[in-house]
């Protein structure tokens, strides 16, 4: 997947029946702008509500995901949602008929390829990746589901399942994906699957109308299971013309097994179908042993946590001991200021918009001699040019010849301190784009924090203006080439 955002060239179509009321079902595939994300809208009701892929929305997990928002439901999101995510498609408004998706065969292949009949289409937008800094860690005792996030050295989304439900049929699988392109032929074609007793209790409860015996796989694990339950079992279901049997390997007669490691890799489609109700792409590595809906959307949930906390204090899991994006040396190449005045040591990050820079406080520092002595503080206006210097950095590197320009201030506002900034502290920068660069203007808001306390914070506008001219060399630095003399003749 590349750093650009994705919607579908046109719309798509797939048709089917719903899993539990065994209505037939229409799900359209339409494309949908940058910054839209996943939203479902129900066509079938006044007013066709919409619901966005939400995992605060999530209001059931049993037997698949179900969001909702008032009264307004839709039921098995999954299957769809991890083909959308796992082809990199990051925009779609998926208009659904009823309450249900089409199950299809259980497995998310026939909407992989909807949308490849659709296409994609690049969008002028970069993605939104959250990328797992720490780990993040969910575990319910009472399933026995365990879930970890853990950071990618090359910032891949990779996915690694363990399934063990205490069954000598099913008995222990696992399943991996380490690039999404294994998706179409490794996990997408993986259905889903359900014990026999599971089925039996569905069936008797007036659910999974729109269930067969060919759409999902079915184990048996009980001894001494009749003929003449088998065949109850396919008149429950209304199939009472199949002739059902049980395998040698506890897998019912009606399919057979794609991978010897099916289920397993069926868990790992339902977990990426409810990441994507994170709402932004992920970088990192997922591991998740005995996973189910409920633990999959627990764990997007505190992934949107954790997105949050970071929204809130941008640096709190930032790696200082990683190598920085600029260093010094690099710092004083873009930079004008020099000893006292260059309040900057390193930048960790940089992007479109966005920029973290330190500050090492020192009491070597000129300033500590008067300010105060015996209690030595760092004085504000020196926290707010240091944040600025930060700033500097941002507009100037989006110069092709940095050196030759220098920022000034135009205006500052919001200043707030939050608590003193003493010799041996490290002060994070983060400061962000207020508005777009236009003309040389820069503005800009930031933040300083010492650990994970705010300390300073302001709002601010500069300019940049290209003031200096490149060097003119001198005329022992010019080298020029001296011709040969040409020969020439002389009359007598």
């Known amino acids: 997947m590349n750093d650009f955002q994705h919607?579908?060239?046109?719309?798509?179509?797939?048709?089917?029946?719903?899993?539990?009321?065994?209505?037939?079902?229409?799900?359209?595939?339409?494309?949908?702008?940058?910054?839209?994300?996943?939203?479902?809208?129900?066509?079938?009701?006044?007013?066709?509500?919409?619901?966005?892929?939400?995992?605060?929305?999530?209001?059931?997990?049993?037997?698949?995901?179900?969001?909702?928002?008032?009264?307004?439901?839709?039921?098995?999101?999954?299957?769809?949602?991890?083909?959308?995510?796992?082809?990199?498609?990051?925009?779609?408004?998926?208009?659904?008929?009823?309450?249900?998706?089409?199950?299809?065969?259980?497995?998310?292949?026939?909407?992989?390829?909807?949308?490849?009949?659709?296409g994609l289409e690049q969008q002028d937008a970069p993605r939104n990746w959250y990328v797992l800094k720490e780990p993040i860690y969910f575990e319910t005792e009472e399933r026995g589901t365990e879930i970890l996030g853990v950071p990618t050295?090359?910032?891949?989304?990779?996915?690694?399942?363990?399934?063990?439900?205490?069954?000598?049929?099913?008995g222990t699988q696992h399943a991996s994906m380490y690039n999404s392109g294994e998706f179409k032929a490794e996990i997408a074609p993986c259905r889903t699957f359900v014990f026999l007793r599971e089925l039996?209790?569905?069936?008797?409860?007036?659910?999974?109308?729109?269930?067969?015996?060919?759409?999902?796989?079915?184990?048996?694990?009980?001894?001494?299971?009749?003929?003449?339950?088998?065949?109850?079992?396919?008149?429950?279901?209304?199939?009472?013309?199949?002739?059902?049997?049980?395998?040698?390997?506890?897998?019912?007669?009606?399919?057979?097994?794609?991978?010897?490691?099916?289920?397993?890799?069926?868990?790992?489609?339902?977990?990426?179908?409810?990441?994507?109700?994170?709402g932004r792409p992920i970088k990192g590595h997922i591991l998740a042993a005995r996973p189910g809906h409920f633990g999959n959307t627990s764990?997007?949930?505190?992934?949107?946590?954790?997105?949050?906390?970071?929204?809130?204090?941008?640096?709190?899991?930032?790696?200082?001991?990683?190598?920085?994006?600029?260093?010094?040396?690099?710092?004083?190449?873009?930079?004008?200021?020099?000893?006292?005045?260059?309040?900057?040591?390193?930048?960790?990050?940089?992007?479109?918009?966005?920029?973290?820079?330190?500050?090492?406080?020192?009491?070597?520092?000129?300033?500590?001699?008067?300010?105060f002595p015996g209690n030595p503080v760092m004085p504000g206006v020196l926290q707010v040019e240091a944040m600025a210097q930060v700033g500097g950095i941002f507009a100037l590197s989006r110069v092709p010849d940095p050196e030759n320009y220098t920022t000034y201030f135009l205006k500052i506002d919001g200043i707030r301190y939050r608590r003193k900034v003493i010799p041996g502290d490290t002060i994070v920068f983060h400061l962000e784009l207020a508005t777009p660069i236009r003309r040389g203007l820069v503005h800009m808001r930031g933040k300083g924090y010492v650990g994970n306390q705010l300390a300073v914070e302001a709002e601010m506008m500069a300019q940049i203006v290209k003031d200096k001219a490149p060097p003119v060399k001198m005329a022992s630095e010019v080298v020029t080439e001296i011709p040969e003399p040409k020969a020439t003749t002389v009359n007598p």
């Open 7 to 118: 919607t579908l060239k046109g719309s798509a179509v797939v048709k089917g029946v719903g899993l539990h009321t065994g209505e037939p079902s229409t799900l359209t595939l339409r494309p949908a702008p940058v910054g839209h994300g996943y939203k479902f809208q129900r066509t079938d009701l006044e007013g066709e509500p919409i619901i966005d892929a939400d995992a605060d929305l999530v209001v059931s997990t049993a037997r698949g995901t179900t969001l909702g928002k008032g009264d307004v439901t839709v039921n098995t999101t999954e299957h769809v949602l991890s083909a959308l995510y796992a082809l990199g498609v990051d925009n779609c408004l998926l208009q659904v008929s009823g309450p249900e998706l089409p199950i299809m065969d259980g497995s998310a292949l026939p909407f992989v390829e909807a949308i490849e009949r659709a």
């Open 299 to 371: 764990f997007a949930k505190r992934i949107k946590e954790r997105m949050r906390d970071e929204e809130k204090n941008p640096v709190k899991y930032l790696d200082l001991n990683k190598p920085p994006l600029f260093d010094i040396q690099q710092i004083e190449k873009m930079l004008p200021h020099r000893y006292p005045f260059l309040l900057v040591d390193k930048v960790m990050s940089m992007d479109d918009t966005t920029i973290i820079g330190v500050k090492n406080v020192t009491m070597n520092e000129p300033q500590f001699t008067g300010h």
């Open 153 to 170: 050295p090359g910032g891949e989304f990779r996915l690694t399942v363990m399934v063990d439900y205490n069954s000598p049929v099913l």
């Open 200 to 278: 039996e209790q569905l069936a008797k409860a007036g659910l999974i109308k729109g269930g067969d015996l060919n759409n999902a796989i079915v184990l048996e694990d009980r001894e001494g299971t009749t003929e003449d339950q088998l065949k109850e079992l396919a008149k429950v279901i209304g199939r009472e013309y199949q002739k059902v049997e049980i395998r040698r390997n506890g897998v019912l007669n009606t399919t057979d097994l794609k991978f010897f490691n099916e289920p397993a890799r069926h868990k790992l489609l339902d977990i990426i179908g409810d990441l994507a109700l994170v």
